[in-house]
């Protein structure tokens, strides 16, 4: 207790009251002010700690980013099996064996041509063949179930019709088992051309004058353009845009636009329409999406683009430079659907009947004609068809307008043109012909819309951009809440996200095992899972204390007492340093 | 919790049979009119199956000049389509977001009105069928019937007002809340247990919320009558009020066929432009001329092309009819004394621009000399190159008044202070006009009152209060009351509903209830984003269910007209009454940072103190004052 000590008694005449002293500085003063401020900051992390937002259960970003990065360094492919069925082929030149590894050598040249995209078949393609000529039967594979000779019975040569050789061919190649095997058969006849058609079920046929090399080529660019990749080309629609609901639903809406209902007001008969035309389409779609329909007809709609008159074409003419303009949303109402839940797609099928004055209104193509199905699609969004009246050109002066129906072969031509719309805006082509590099062939159309193997491609693709898209909602929501450490997370999302999470992983089993339908199945709920914890009303609403506000809460305390605290150590910091030079001078002397 | 006991469920009935059966016999000639009106009815709908039930729809405008100097302009739309299980699901006139809203929530009967403005039961008439059906509360009032299990009324009613709120752009969702509505149990519209209202009184009503109701029309404001909503003219109108009104009978277990029925009026009340002086004849104002160009500013060019009738109506006031009887007798020589057709265009008192196509008189079953004249005007053969811009001008100044409800009715607060209040409402007879105590009983029977009130729960009824005053004496409660209900609010839970039958004497004057109450507190998170604007208790609904607001009119009832047929529907008088603003004590928001900022304070002062007080040396201090006094 040198400093409150008396005044020293003894009065040295050397000793400098005011620039010695004595005895050690002491250090109580000091290690107290110092403690108080080690104190405070090491309670300064379990404040921090204290008022950090509780989370019960966050989301497992790990495995989420796992999970993204398998999704991203690998698309998903699935198992196909292929089947290539040689008739009347000589069976000495070529082996089973031989031809099954030449099939799929041209098959791997055909697909590394265009990267493998989302959805496809695994590269390690097996390719059983078959070789049924007159007098033996030789099958590479095992489980086979070709009837060898069956053939021989069909007289190909009076079956033109190519509708009933499909179902022919269907009925031979029924295999009970299950498994999806797309198959082409190759059968070698007199006649001179080549004809190439693939059926609506899971096969195609080759018939024709043709050569064991043009025919392995033409199986191999079958299988894989046509079988694996939905005869999809450059240019088309990409699948990544499927106008499929998060919830796989979509709702079809038709709605008959009457420009101006002062000239004419035409009406349709849609219950027909839907009856008759649409509910195969639906069902034929049931495994993908679970489709409903509404329909509409609206008045008033005007067109909100330009037309011109052409005199060559004696008809108004829109071009396609118009198109973006052509949607009137100003006018056209097309309301979005009660019905429709938050997350199913709506795609919009719009018959403009337009008005007297812009009649008959033609769509001009790029290249000076005429469109023939006078209609156009907007991706995601729907097709417009513009349908002229008959009673265009007799531009009589009614008083009153005239009420008329579309008469039934009209709206089942419209019909159709919407369905090859909606091919197109899943991707599809809609002109029924593959053009390949060896050769052109035929798509056989089915009454319902889509055949076997395109509905497969479809549910290929879905499944896979369904996990892609979960993976990316994922990683987002992860990302979001990790910049976002103050932010509440109820337990509901937590949950949601391992749910998604395992039936993504399910997804990816499932797709191992080629089970198409359960791995669209879940891949939907996984996405659907994740979409709904992103979109989870607590995240929505902006449950976020912010630090400006943790700091106007806490800052009236520690601002004036840190002040306290810091000046404290300074000064006695100070008055340390000082009073242990007065102590050395002292010993100095 | 001891109010709850005391009075929940207070019911009381008393001789309703007797009084039934003298109601019975001053109807008779309207239920004869009934039994022919239903044997055609069914005559008519039986051939309609014959022929196929088809889509409707029709547009009407029934103009009214008041006595104010204004003119009421009334437009109705109807769209009808018959029900699904007969005509499928698909439809070409119909609105699809409707059709699909009510099928979607199983709505058998709904309304949905906006309103801006108040109607001017005084001025404007409080009698007559318009102000019973059109004349609403300001905002937005909202009432839905369910076909549903009882169990799930709730969610259909929450999910209707969500989905309404998308369609209407406005804030219906905010009616979700159990605090903002309630479920009347027979006196608001008799529907059991199923039918749920909500009001939101200050709700902002504006072009945003008419633009949705006119998609539902087929022809929007293109073409046909809605032409003519001009949104400036309409919305600088003294009032407004755009109604929504669905019936659906798809899910009944009865076989009709009158399929879901969409009936939207809108309501105006403008003021004819008169530029400048007023016109004056032998010293008195005439009443202003006005077009159809003069108040919208717009002209119809044709009908909406879809519709199955457009007319234009001009509708006489019984009132102003005898009016213009007293002075055609003034001013000529007293010839035939009625009015006769065609001098409908052109007479000595006022002044048409077109002639009308038709008139339609009402009959009247009360014995009245008078009654109001309908003329029609077909829209039909006017077009672009000519279009019907109807006008009226008057010659010689005519005075008349409406016809009043029975008692006119009014709410307001009392007391002051932010602790309690009462509500009064008060009845007044307005018997100093013409048409006093219209039909009222002549053998000293009595008048029946329909009340209706809705209370938020912050608003602390206490209902063992209610007093009745009958002229300014104060009666026995329990004599003059028929029947009540009551449900007790509960705190944030659900407001508090009081329906009652007050029977009120013959010849009554004033009568008035008054309810005293307490007001709550909020929780700092209830408070709206203006607290201190206060709070609004909805309107009080008055009905008189002995008076029927309904025309008939003679035309041949065959081709009958959905606006006529508005006019001719059964109901009861109907006003309601002011919404009250009731200020709450608001606290002050910055309360808790206030606190906490003092209370951090007062930690730190003493932090710091106690900080000084231990790095205190007291034997250096000493010595330093020591040394300073000696230097001394």
Redesign the interface.
């Known amino acids: 207790?040198a400093?409150?000590?008396?005044?020293p008694s003894t009065l040295d005449p050397d000793f400098d009251q005011e620039n010695m002293r004595k005895s050690k500085p002491g250090l109580k003063?000091l290690t107290?002010?110092l403690a108080?401020l080690f104190s405070f900051l090491l309670g300064l992390p379990f404040l921090l700690k204290s008022i950090e937002i509780y989370r019960s259960s966050p989301p497992p970003f790990r495995e989420i980013d796992d999970l993204s990065t398998a999704i991203e360094s690998s698309p998903i492919l699935f198992p196909c099996h292929f089947r290539a069925v040689f008739v009347n082929f000589d069976p000495n030149s070529y082996t089973a064996d031989q031809l099954s590894i030449s099939v799929q050598a041209h098959m791997a040249k055909f697909a590394a041509k265009n990267s493998p995209a989302c959805g496809t078949c695994a590269s390690n393609v097996t390719v059983s063949v078959t070789l049924d000529s007159n007098s033996n039967c030789i099958s590479n594979g095992n489980n086979v179930d070709w009837k060898c000779g069956a053939l021989n019975e069909f007289k190909f040569a009076e079956k033109h019709e190519d509708g009933l050789l499909d179902e022919d061919f269907a009925s031979l190649l029924d295999n009970n088992s299950g498994a999806k095997v797309y198959t082409v058969v190759a059968v070698k006849t007199e006649q001179e051309e080549v004809r190439a058609v693939v059926g609506k079920y899971r096969h195609a046929w080759i018939m024709g004058r043709i050569f064991e090399e043009e025919a392995i080529e033409k199986i191999a660019e079958i299988f894989v353009n046509v079988f694996m990749n939905g005869g999809k080309e450059e240019g088309l629609i990409h699948g990544e845009f499927m106008p499929l609901g998060a919830d796989g639903r979509i709702v079809l809406s038709f709605n008959l636009l009457n420009a101006d209902?002062?000239n004419w007001?035409y009406?349709w008969d849609?219950?027909e329409i839907?009856e008759n035309l649409l509910s195969p389409v639906i069902d034929a779609l049931k495994p993908l999406a679970d489709v409903s329909v509404?329909?509409?007809?609206?008045?008033?709609t005007p067109k909100s683009s330009f037309s011109f008159w052409d005199d060559r074409l004696d008809s108004y003419i829109f071009s396609t430079k118009d198109l973006p303009f052509f949607v009137n949303s100003n006018e056209w109402?097309l309301?979005t659907?009660?019905?429709a839940g938050g997350l199913s797609k709506i795609l919009q099928f719009v018959v403009y009947v337009p008005s007297a004055k812009e009649c008959p209104l033609q769509l001009q193509l790029p290249n000076g004609e005429i469109s023939t199905t006078n209609g156009f699609i907007s991706p995601m969004w729907g097709g417009i068809v513009v349908w002229n009246p008959s009673a265009c050109l007799t531009d009589s002066k009614i008083?009153?307008?005239l009420r008329y129906k579309i008469s039934s072969e009209d709206s089942r031509k419209l019909f159709e043109v919407f369905m090859g719309q909606l091919r197109q805006l899943f991707g599809l082509k809609s002109d029924g012909l593959f053009v390949g590099a060896s050769g052109t062939s035929i798509l056989l159309a089915s009454e319902r819309g889509f055949s076997e193997w395109e509905l497969d491609v479809l549910s290929r693709q879905h499944s896979c951009f369904n996990l892609l898209q979960c993976g990316t909602t994922l990683g987002s929501l992860s990302r979001l809440v990790q910049s976002l450490p103050r932010m509440i997370i109820m337990d509901d999302i937590g949950k949601q996200v391992k749910y998604s999470l395992e039936a993504a992983r399910l997804t990816l089993s499932n797709a191992l095992l080629g089970i198409y339908d359960a791995s669209a199945e879940s891949s939907r709920q996984a996405r659907l899972l994740a979409e709904d914890a992103f979109y989870h009303p607590s995240m929505m609403s902006v449950s976020y204390y912010s630090f400006e506000h943790c700091f106007?809460?806490?800052s009236?305390?520690f601002?004036?007492?840190s002040?306290?605290?810091l000046l404290?150590v300074l000064?006695?910091w100070k008055r340390y340093k000082q009073e242990s030079k007065k102590y050395y001078a002292w010993k100095a002397k | 919790m001891f109010k709850c006991c005391l009075h929940s469920q207070l019911q009381f009935r008393s001789e309703t049979s007797l009084e039934s059966d003298h109601l019975m016999g001053s109807r008779e000639p309207i239920v004869l009119i009934f039994l022919i009106l239903i044997s055609t009815y069914e005559s008519s709908a039986k051939g309609g199956i014959a022929e196929e039930l088809n889509e409707e729809f029709t547009e009407g405008l029934l103009l009214r000049p008041l006595p104010d100097r204004k003119v009421l302009a009334h437009f109705h739309f109807q769209s009808s389509v018959p029900p699904t299980r007969i005509y499928g699901r698909h439809h070409h006139l119909f609105p699809k977001s409707i059709y699909q809203l009510v099928n979607k929530f199983r709505v058998r009967e709904m309304e949905l009105s906006f309103t801006q403005g108040r109607w001017n039961y005084e001025r404007w008439g409080g009698y007559d069928p318009i102000s019973s059906s059109s004349a609403k509360p300001p905002g937005v009032e909202l009432w839905a019937d369910f076909d549903v299990p009882l169990d799930q009324v709730d969610d259909s009613w929450r999910n209707l007002t969500h989905a309404l709120s998308g369609l209407f752009c406005a804030s219906i969702n905010f009616l979700e809340h159990s605090t903002s509505y309630s479920a009347p149990q027979w006196s608001f519209h008799s529907f059991a247990g199923k039918l749920r209202y909500g009001t939101l009184p200050r709700e902002a009503v504006c072009t945003e919320n008419l633009t949705p109701w006119l998609k539902l029309l087929p022809c929007r404001d293109k073409a046909g009558l809605s032409a003519l909503m001009d949104r400036p003219s309409i919305y600088k109108g003294y009032y407004h009020s755009q109604r929504l009104h669905l019936t659906s009978d798809d899910f009944g277990t009865a076989k009709s066929n009158a399929g879901t029925m969409l009936e939207q009026t809108l309501t105006v009340v403008l003021q004819p432009n008169t530029l400048g002086a007023r016109a004056m004849v032998s010293g008195k104002t005439l009443q202003p001329s006005w077009s159809l160009n003069s108040l919208f500013g717009r002209k119809v060019h044709g009908k909406c092309s879809v519709s199955k009738s457009s007319n234009v109506y001009v509708q006489f006031e019984q009132n102003l009819v005898s009016e213009l009887k007293e002075v055609r007798k003034k001013s000529e020589a007293p010839e035939s004394g009625i009015l006769i057709h065609d001098d409908f265009g052109n007479n000595t008192i006022f002044e048409m621009s077109a002639s009308p196509d038709r008139v339609v008189k009402e009959v009247e079953n009360l014995q009245k000399e008078d009654s109001s004249i309908l003329l029609e005007f077909l829209v039909e053969d006017y077009n672009d190159s000519k279009p019907f811009d109807l006008g009226l001008r008057w010659k010689l100044p005519v005075v008349w008044s409406c016809q009043q409800a029975p008692l006119h009715a009014s709410r307001f607060l009392m007391g002051s202070g932010n602790e309690r209040g009462a509500i009064a409402i008060s009845l007044k007879s307005l018997s100093s006009n013409n048409t006093p105590t219209v039909g009222c009983c002549e053998k000293g029977s009595q008048l029946r009152i329909n009340i209706f009130q809705v209370v938020p729960w912050y608003v602390k009824v206490y209902y063992h209060t209610l007093k009745v005053f009958i002229d300014g004496e104060l009666q026995s409660t329990m004599e003059n009351i028929e029947k009540i209900h009551i449900s007790p609010s509960e705190d944030k839970v659900s407001p508090g509903v009081m329906e009652m039958i007050l029977r009120l004497p013959c010849g009554v004057i004033t009568a008035a209830l008054t309810l005293e109450f307490d007001k709550g507190f909020l929780h700092i998170d209830e408070y709206p984003p203006d607290a201190n604007q206060g709070f609004d208790i909805p309107s009080a609904v008055v009905s008189f269910t002995d008076f029927q607001a309904s025309a008939s009119f003679e035309d041949n009832l065959l081709n009958k007209l959905p606006i006529l047929n508005e006019l001719q529907e059964r109901k009861h008088v109907i006003s309601y009454t002011e919404v009250l603003l009731v200020p709450l004590t608001t606290p002050d928001f910055s309360m808790p940072y206030n606190v906490i900022t003092i209370t951090c304070t007062v930690f730190a002062l003493y932090f710091g103190s106690l900080l000084n007080v231990l790095r205190r040396r007291v034997g250096e201090e000493e010595r330093r004052l020591k040394s300073k006094g000696d230097f001394k």
Not at chain 1, 294 to 300: A, G, K
């Open positions: 207790m400093e409150i000590s008396e005044a003063r107290l002010s108080v209902p002062h007001i009406d849609f219950q839907d509404e329909s509409q007809v609206l008045y008033h109402h309301d659907s009660v019905a008083k009153h307008p106007a809460v806490y009236p305390f601002l004036p007492v002040l306290h605290v404290a000064r006695e």
